[in-house]
């Protein structure tokens, strides 16, 4: 209705503006804020709002141009004033890494807060393309089947179908390994110090790589361009096995390369952690980030985003 008909006459400010909600406001939430600040100061985009459950990060999100707003995930009776409070909502909270544990309460909790008033007009949830589990080096589009082989990926996949089944629109961004020269452990430099094994080629496992930049880009467009019960994967074009990653890290870095083991030894010598990873192996299409999303890549590639 126009503002010359409503008889409440022209709405403030702070109701006419889009309020974006991030859950999560890690490193990647406070790029995506980044992407969004300029509109935001001017006046006529988008309010910026976060969850946390530390006050002593008020004052930082603040400065950052963010309105904090307390809350734990994990205590869902302190996420109530999250109802109806935000036109569109960024979800990048991993759940807990409770050990047995195949549900996202974290996302539940989230999503019945949500309802008790009126839904935003889109949420972007951050998943993981760990979802499919082992693919055997094969090419993957957003239509292949999960197979999860990991507590950590049927958590996900939890979080997932209930996002999709949530009765809003919402779009679903499977993230593979996310790195950047400016971000906390954003390199494989540390690896190569300590002087961390790869797997020998014939055993090698293919890995798929975002810069933390292109993915905040991506939030953000998948907040107004997504399609409603949209999966998209947010991955560059790099096609390199593991081991080659490392290698190519240390020559840019000028550091030896990693020694290269076979998997029978791996299991015995790497961290059960680092080895789930090298169980998996699978090459993402992107072609629904780019058409539908229209995100241009600024680092197509780890040779770019590692020189950066």
Known sequence: MPSNQNPLGALPARFRRERVLIIGCGDVGQRAARVLQPAGRSGRGVALLALTRDTSRQDALRSKGIRPLLGDLDQPATLRRLAGIAT?????APP????????????MALLQVLRLRSLPFSLVYGSTSGVY???QG????????????TERGLRRVNAERAVRFAGLRASILRIPGIYAPDREGGTPRARLLRGTQVLQADDDVYTNHIHADDLARACVLALWRGKAQRIYHVSDDTQLKMGDYFDLAADLYGLPRPPRIARELAATALPATLLSFMSESRRMRNQRLKTELRLALRYPTVLQGLKE
Not at 96 to 107: E, I, K, Q, Y
């Open 96 to 107: 807990p890494s409770t050990p047995g544990l195949a549900l996202d309460p974290r996302t």
């Open 133 to 135: 589990g082992d693919c």
């Open 88 to 92: 569109r909502v960024l979800h990048l």
């Open 138 to 149: 094969q090419w993957v589009a957003e239509s292949r089947s999960v197979a999860p082989a």
